[in-house]
C-alpha cells in the first residue's frame, strides 16, 4: 500500500458527462500528479501540483481541469467526456516539487466512458 | 530530444530463470534521473529504483539489480532467479533538473511461467 488513495476505484459513464477524480497524497507529500494510462497511448503525465500551486503541465486537454486543496488533496476533473476517455487515471504523489523525488502512485480510477 | 526506449515490448520466460529487462535513454542534460516502477496485474504502479546521473554505482537489491552505463546511455534492469511474482509490466522513466515531467518508456510486459 503506497499511502495514496483514489475514488471511485470505477466509473462508468455515458458521453458528454462530466466526472471528478478524487486523489488523496501519502502523509507529508506536497506534490500531486496526474496520469493517465490508455492501452494506445501509454502512460501520459497530465499535470503536477505542488502546495495548492500548479507546477507543470502535460498532456492534458482543454476539457479536463485539476485543482489541489489546502488540505493537499487533489481532484481531476473530466467533462465533455467521450469515448477516448476511457482510460486508467492514476494519482502520484511526492515529497517536494522536483521530479527527482520517486513518486508514489494510487490504485488508479478505471473510467468507462460509453 | 527527451526519450525512454523499451525495445522489448513483451518477454516470457521460466521461473528460475534470469531476465534482463533493456532501457536506454536520450538527453542533452548533465544532470537527470532515472526511474524503474514495477505495474503488477493489480494495476498499481510501484517505485523500485532512483539513480542521478553522477552515480554510475550499480545497485543489487535481493534478486534485482541494475546496471547503469552512461556510455550506451542504459539503464537495464535484472532478475536472477525469476518467480511467478515477478510477472509485471516494467517502466523505465526519465527526468531533469528542467524539466518536471517524467519521461516514460512504453513498458515491457514480462510474463513468468512456472
Known amino acids: 500500500d503506497s499511502g495514496v488513495t483514489q475514488t471511485p476505484k470505477h466509473l462508468i459513464t455515458a458521453t458528454g458527462q462530466r466526472v471528478t477524480l478524487r486523489c488523496s497524497p501519502r502523509?507529508?507529500?506536497?506534490?500531486v500528479y496526474w496520469y493517465q494510462q490508455s492501452l494506445d497511448q501509454g502512460l501520459q503525465f497530465l499535470i503536477q501540483?505542488?502546495?495548492?500551486?500548479?507546477?507543470a503541465k502535460g498532456n492534458i486537454l482543454e476539457r479536463f481541469s485539476a485543482q489541489q486543496f489546502p488540505d493537499l488533496h487533489s481532484e481531476l476533473n473530466l467533462s465533455s467526456l467521450e469515448l477516448g476517455d476511457s482510460a486508467l487515471y492514476f494519482c502520484?504523489?511526492?515529497?517536494?516539487?522536483?521530479?527527482?523525488?520517486?513518486?508514489?502512485f494510487g490504485p488508479g480510477t478505471r473510467l468507462t466512458v460509453t | 530530444a527527451q526519450k525512454v526506449t523499451q525495445a522489448q515490448t513483451e518477454i516470457s520466460v521460466v521461473e528460475k530463470e534470469d531476465v534482463t529487462l533493456d532501457c536506454v535513454y536520450e538527453?542533452?542534460?548533465?544532470?537527470?534521473?532515472l526511474f524503474w516502477y514495477k505495474q503488477p496485474p493489480s494495476g498499481e504502479l510501484v517505485f523500485l529504483i532512483r539513480?542521478?546521473?553522477?552515480d554510475e554505482q550499480n545497485e543489487i537489491s535481493g534478486r534485482y539489480s541494475w546496471n547503469f552505463q552512461k556510455s550506451t546511455s542504459s539503464f537495464n534492469f535484472t532478475i536472477t532467479a525469476s518467480q511467478v511474482v515477478d510477472s509485471a509490466v516494467y517502466f523505465c522513466?526519465?527526468?531533469?533538473?528542467?524539466?518536471?515531467?517524467?519521461?516514460w518508456g512504453a513498458g515491457t510486459k514480462l510474463i513468468i511461467k512456472p
Open positions: 522513466a526519465l527526468s531533469h533538473d528542467s524539466n518536471y515531467q517524467l519521461i
Open positions: 539513480r542521478n546521473s553522477f
Open positions: 538527453t542533452r542534460d548533465t544532470t537527470y534521473y
Open positions: 501540483y505542488y502546495n495548492g500551486e500548479e507546477r
Open positions: 502520484a504523489s511526492s515529497v517536494g516539487q522536483g521530479n527527482w523525488y520517486e513518486q508514489y
Open positions: 502523509s507529508g507529500d506536497l506534490s
